[in-house]
T-cell receptor, first 114, second 112 residues
Framework: RKEVEQDPGPFNVPEGATVAFNCTYS??????FFWYRQDCRKEPKLLMS???SGNEDGRFTAQLNRASQYISLLIRDSKLSDSATYLC???????????????FGKGTKLSVIP | NAGVTQTPKFQVLKTGQSMTLQCAQD?????MYWYRQDPGMGLRLIYY???????DKGEVPNGYNVSRLNKREFSLRLESAAPSQTSVYFC???????????FGPGTRLTVT
């Protein structure tokens, strides 16, 4: 079983639509969770951390369900500039731990269409 | 601040050749990482350095060596390149005690 699984997509949505991505992780000892964004032929960039209580950053909302080992990202009012691949990322170990490592999902591709 | 820089941006090697990929960060980060990204595979950790003077293997270390030259620089060496090492290589860094990693722009390596 893969450690972090995502639907690869592509998700093709019109501008202004709401789109949701899901991700599951296999290691119940995982401690921290993130969504990264990667534009075509560019480096990944941290979009947002994901907290158990859920968190929001503008049009983006992230949720974590530890019992189901499930993470989600909701994008409201999609913009053309949201077109990218979204990577679900899980970390074992706390941020100060020498062994802190990220495990990346393969990503979900989003295309926002005019 | 330049952030995380990587050289070269592109490289073509023949099987058996060696090369070193360079990475430097100017954010005073303690931890540095090397990943490879292949189509359909996602990013995989090759080696990391939690602090200056330490290095550890990640998920796919075979065929690679690393050197944490100082706090700023972390290099990745391919001693005898193989076609299976054709990939995009990303370097990343972060502060101890924070969650997010900052990535460099990547090196696209082709081994023929």
């Amino acid at each position: 079983r893969k450690e972090v699984e995502q639907d690869p997509g592509p998700f093709n949505v019109p501008e202004g639509a709401t789109v949701a991505f899901n991700c599951t992780y296999s290691n119940s000892a995982s401690q921290s969770f993130f969504w990264y964004r990667q534009d075509c032929r560019k480096e990944p960039k941290l979009l947002m951390s994901v907290y158990s209580s859920g968190n929001e950053d503008g049009r983006f909302t992230a949720q974590l369900n530890r019992a189901s080992q499930y993470i989600s990202l909701l994008i409201r009012d999609s913009k053309l500039s949201d077109s990218a691949t979204y990577l679900c990322v899980v970390a074992l170990g706390g941020p100060s731990a020498g062994s802190y490592q990220l495990t990346f999902g393969k990503g979900t591709k989003l295309s926002v269409i005019p | 601040n330049a952030g995380v820089t990587q050289t070269p941006k592109f490289q073509v090697l023949k099987t058996g050749q060696s090369m070193t990929l360079q990475c430097a960060q100017d954010m005073n980060h303690n931890s540095m990482y090397w990943y490879r990204q292949d189509p359909g595979m996602g990013l995989r950790l090759i080696y990391y350095s939690a602090s200056e003077g330490t290095t550890d293997k990640g998920e796919v270390p075979n065929g690679y060596n690393v050197s944490r030259l100082n706090k700023r620089e972390f290099s990745l060496r391919l001693e005898s390149a193989a076609p299976s090492q054709t990939s995009v290589y990303f370097c990343a860094s972060k502060w101890t005690g924070t969650w997010g990693q900052y990535f460099g722009p990547g090196t696209r390596l082709t081994v023929t």
